[in-house]
C-alpha cells in the first residue's frame, strides 16, 4: 500500500502537485510525503505553477485575515458607541472646552489680544465645536469667519473644497471666501493629498473674541484644578 501510495504521490509530483494538494489523496505525514519527494525534480512550468498557487493561498489568507479584521473592528465600535449615552449640556460644554484646549488658539504672554481661533481637518469635529459656539457661548453667526487652508496643487478644486464645507458646517457658500494656498515642500508624503477625500483644513475665527478667549482659559484652568492634576 505504501509503495503504491509513493508512486501516486511522486507522480503528482512530477504533474506539479503542490504538496497539501498530494496529502489531500495520499494519507501519509507531510514528513513522509517530504522524504518521498525530496529527489524529484520538476520542470520551470511545474515550478510556477506551484508559485502561482501559493500566491493565491496567500492571497486568500490574507483576504480573510482583512475580512476578520474588519468584522472585529465594526463590533468593537458598535459596543463602544453605545457606551456613550445622550449628552447633557453640562457634558457638551465640557467637551467644547476640552476640544478647544486641544485645538484652539491660546493667548500668548504679553499679546494685547487673541481671539478665539480653531483649526481642524475633521469637519464633525468642526461641527460640534459650531454646536458650541452657537449654543454656549451665544456667538452670531455673522461674527463667525471660515477660513480654508489648503495646498495649492488643489486650486482647481476650490469650489468642490468650498462646497464640502458649507455643506458639513451650514453656513452659506459665501462664508468660505477666504481661501489660503499651501505651499508644496519637497519630499513631503501625503497619501490624501492627491485624491478627490482631501479638503485641507478649516480655520474657524470669531470676531471680537479675546475676552471670551480668556474666559475659555479660564474654564480650561478649573478642568485641570478639579481633575486634581495640580
Not at 482583512?66 to 457634558?91: D, P, V, Y
Not at 451665544?138 to 458649507?166: A, D, G, P, T
Not at 497619501?191 to 474657524?204: A, E, H, I, Q
Not at 471670551?212 to 479660564?218: A, F, K, M, S, V
Request: aromatic share 10%; glycine share 4%; with cysteine.
Amino acid at each position: 500500500m505504501k509503495i503504491e501510495l509513493r508512486e501516486k504521490a511522486i507522480e503528482l509530483r512530477l504533474q506539479g502537485y503542490t504538496y497539501s494538494e498530494i496529502l489531500k489523496v495520499t494519507p501519509v505525514s507531510r514528513s513522509t510525503l517530504s522524504l518521498w519527494l525530496r529527489s524529484v525534480g520538476l520542470s520551470t512550468r511545474q515550478k510556477q505553477r506551484i508559485t502561482e498557487l501559493k500566491l493565491q493561498s496567500a492571497k486568500r489568507g490574507a483576504l480573510i485575515r482583512k475580512q476578520e479584521r474588519i468584522r472585529k473592528t465594526i463590533q468593537i465600535k458598535t459596543i463602544a458607541s453605545n457606551e456613550i449615552t445622550q449628552l447633557t449640556r453640562k457634558e457638551l460644554w465640557i467637551l467644547g472646552t476640552a476640544l478647544y484646549w486641544a485645538e484652539g488658539s491660546k493667548e500668548k504672554t504679553g499679546a494685547n489680544n487673541s481671539g478665539i481661533i480653531f483649526s481642524n481637518s475633521d469637519p464633525f469635529m468642526i461641527r460640534i465645536f459650531l454646536l458650541w459656539l452657537l449654543e454656549f457661548l451665544h456667538i452670531k453667526q455673522e461674527n463667525i469667519v471660515f477660513e480654508i487652508y489648503i495646498h495649492e496643487s488643489h486650486k482647481n478644486r476650490l469650489e468642490v473644497v468650498k462646497k464640502y464645507w458649507s455643506d458639513h458646517c451650514s453656513f452659506p457658500l459665501s462664508k468660505f471666501d477666504r481661501i489660503y494656498f499651501k505651499k508644496e515642500k519637497i519630499r513631503t508624503v501625503r497619501k490624501n493629498k492627491s485624491t478627490d477625500t482631501y479638503f485641507g483644513l478649516l480655520r474657524v475665527r470669531v470676531r471680537k473674541s479675546t475676552d471670551l478667549n480668556r474666559r475659555i482659559e479660564g474654564w480650561i484652568e478649573g478642568i485641570i484644578y478639579h481633575c486634581g492634576v495640580v
